[in-house]
């Protein structure tokens, strides 16, 4: 079955990066684009990007445009948020979705001084 | 930016009929996507490319679209169904960018 396992909770310092990993398995992973989501506490679904992972294409909200960059490695089915120039208000779960169908469990992102 | 606008709550007695609607321009020509999210856990989709329903979710979810609304309809809501849900489509510009909905909480009682 589509499985997609994300890595454990982060606690970064304002200004920051975080990197977030998505691990695929029970499909092809270049066959469905992955798209990346966020959800603030207490908030609604933030939609962040998305990837080709076959040819690596990327689109992002222009809201993160700056800020936000979304890669892959298909040797391990593997996909990857980077968040950049961290705001206390970028705490928040932050979840992959395979194309709109599959989630995965969602990561925790702390922004604390 | 282009903005999905849903009402911010729908109640519902259990065994009536509640319709979540999602008002967007581009849905014309863009399918609309529907997810339940209920309290603490990861969002499911109950339904997909307008009309779609995906295996393993009730009958009783089914999507509908007319011009720029989309609309999610419960028929014969359970209590199980209390839930926040969320509509999420793209745009019609040459690179497509995504978007949710507002979110609609449905209260079943």
């Known amino acids: 079955q589509v499985q997609l396992v994300q890595s454990g909770a982060e606690v970064k310092k304002p200004g920051a990066s975080v990197k977030v990993s998505c691990k695929t398995s029970?499909?092809?992973?270049?066959?469905?684009?992955m798209h990346w989501v966020r959800q603030a506490p207490g908030q609604g679904l933030e939609w962040l990007g998305w990837?080709?992972?076959?040819?690596?294409?990327?689109i992002y909200a222009q809201k993160f445009q700056d800020r936000v960059t979304l890669t892959r490695d298909t040797s391990v089915s593997t996909a990857y948020m980077e968040l950049s120039r961290l705001r206390f208000d970028d705490t928040a779960l932050y979840y992959c979705?395979?194309?709109?169908?599959?989630w995965g469990q969602g990561t925790l992102v702390t922004v604390s001084s | 930016s282009y903005e999905l606008t849903q009402p911010p709550s729908v109640s519902v007695s259990p065994g009536q009929t509640a319709r979540i609607t999602c008002s967007g321009d581009?849905?014309?020509?863009?399918?609309a996507y529907w997810y339940q999210q209920k309290s603490g856990q990861a969002p499911v989709l109950v339904s997909y490319?307008?009309?779609k329903r995906p295996s393993g979710i009730p009958e009783r979810f089914s999507g509908s679209s007319s011009g720029t609304l989309a609309t999610l309809t419960i028929r014969g809501a359970q209590v199980e169904d209390e839930a926040d849900y969320y509509c999420?489509?793209?745009?019609?510009?040459?690179?497509?960018?995504?978007?949710f909905g507002t979110g609609t909480k449905v209260t079943v009682l």
């Open positions: 029970g499909y092809t992973f270049t066959d469905y684009y």
């Open positions: 979705v395979r194309e709109a169908y599959d």
């Open positions: 990837i080709n992972p076959n040819s690596g294409a990327t």
């Open positions: 581009a849905l014309p020509e863009k399918y």
């Open positions: 999420f489509s793209t745009d019609n510009s040459g690179k497509p960018s995504y978007v």
């Open positions: 490319e307008d009309i």
